[in-house]
């Protein structure tokens, strides 16, 4: 769900982590601009110098995949747009904690997101802020975001998901996709999810020529311009006899039958072929899709022809380890969750462990189990045990498969569940 009631504006005004809120000053093409023919909100946006979110603030109707060539849109906000003030906010490096604040209600008021804040404070308590106390802010010309897409390869005109993530909450962003990251072309925008996540699918345009490698991008506001993985531009001809070619990214893991993959989407794969599959290996693979397989497990069999381990991409945690009794007590929220009101608690007490939460909206106290096979969460009356998996520090998975139910309100159905953040790390 966007949050849209703290704009840039408020965010430039309380921290500086916005662009200068005024157009005045920047604008190359006045108070506004007439569309003309060809126009995308990007071009207007970079040839008047005004950044892409004010223009999408300032002009609430305005639909970027639908401009209405001769009309005017405005390029300069009035004072009720700036609070009053046409002069950009001072920057900013920490923000003194004030009575009711909360590490979320922090979090919208700067525009960032919860996990940068804990990320900057890593000794903070959000359980235990005191009044008075600086907090550290990220520097917004170095954030620690990044691009992928999935696949990695297809025709021209193939469907390409583009995925960023740790960007700005409620930020707006240009994606874009060229042959290389300096000649990109824009194909979409897009907001920003109050987690700090933005995804889109777009379409691989038809000026792209097998054998041609694309990169992709999304293009911020702030000056930063995230770059994806080279994606591989291939042939529709499939005379040879094979399936769909497949090309994927991700963690293996050992599934029921087979190995399996998981992407960074969350999609998991199953894996045939006659090589090795490790588990907890991070690896890109290419091959063919199989019309049957006797896997049964996630969206589709990979008769694999390539595959090669390579290192997570940043933002991506090491899930190989398992969890223990000291990373898994205290108080859990879901990504850019409230501290304040914790989705489950985990308590240890004379050897046990005991988690503390909701299942389908009913109260539920269970135990956590914990081995070298992994860990659960296990529940009496009727009996549930869902599997709990290591996301890196800080942060776990919590898995019911193909039941559908939700923890503590949160929906942790599907193969790989949600994620939660422990408070205070």
Do not use: H
């Amino acid at each position: 769900m966007l949050r849209r009631s703290l704009t840039l504006t408020s965010a430039a005004a309380t921290a500086g982590l916005a662009l200068t809120a005024s157009a005045d000053a920047q604008s190359r093409c006045g108070d506004a601009y007439r569309l003309q023919p060809g126009d995308t909100l990007y071009r207007v946006s970079q040839s008047c110098r005004v950044p892409l979110s004010l223009i999408m603030d300032i002009n609430p109707g305005l639909d970027p995949r639908d401009l209405p060539v001769g009309e005017s849109i405005t390029l300069a906000a009035s004072d009720t747009n700036t609070g009053g003030s046409n002069m950009p906010a001072p920057a900013r490096e920490t923000y003194e904690i004030r009575e009711g604040d909360t590490a979320f209600s922090i979090a919208q008021t700067l525009g960032i997101s919860v996990v940068e804040l804990l990320n900057e404070n890593p000794d903070l308590d959000p359980l235990a802020m005191a009044v008075g106390d600086a907090l550290d802010l990220p520097d917004a010309s170095e954030p620690s975001a990044s691009v992928r897409v999935q696949p990695l390869a297809g025709p021209p005109g193939s469907e390409v998901r583009v995925t960023a993530s740790n960007l700005r909450p409620a930020d707006y962003v240009t994606i874009g996709v060229g042959r290389m990251a300096s000649e990109w072309r824009a194909v979409d925008q897009a907001q920003v999810a109050a987690d700090g996540e933005v995804s889109a699918s777009v379409e691989l345009p038809d000026w792209a020529s097998p054998g041609d490698n694309l990169i992709f991008v999304v293009d911020t506001d702030r000056g930063v311009t995230l770059k994806s993985r080279a994606f591989d531009v291939v042939s529709q001809d499939t005379s040879d006899g094979g399936g769909d070619q497949v090309s994927l990214e991700g963690r293996v893991r050992q599934g029921v039958e087979c190995a399996t993959l998981t992407t960074p989407d969350g999609d998991v794969w199953s894996l045939t072929g006659d090589m090795e599959f490790t588990p907890g290996e991070y690896a890109e693979l290419r091959g063919t899709r199989a019309e049957m397989s006797f896997c049964q497990q996630g969206v589709g069999t990979v008769a694999v022809d390539s595959y090669e381990e390579f290192r997570a991409p940043g933002n991506l945690p090491d899930d190989t380890a398992n969890l223990d009794a000291e990373g898994v007590q205290g108080p859990w929220v879901r990504m850019a969750g409230n501290c304040a009101r914790p989705d489950f608690d985990i308590t240890g007490q004379q050897g046990r462990l005991t988690i503390e939460t909701s299942l389908d909206g009913a109260p539920r106290t269970g135990r956590v189990k914990l081995n070298d096979n992994g860990a659960a969460a296990v529940f009496d009356q009727p009996y549930r045990a869902f599997p709990m998996e290591n996301r890196g520090e800080g942060r776990m998975a919590i898995i019911s498969g193909d039941r559908d139910v939700t923890l503590g309100g949160v929906d942790i159905s599907g193969d790989d569940g949600a994620v939660f953040l422990r408070c205070g790390v």
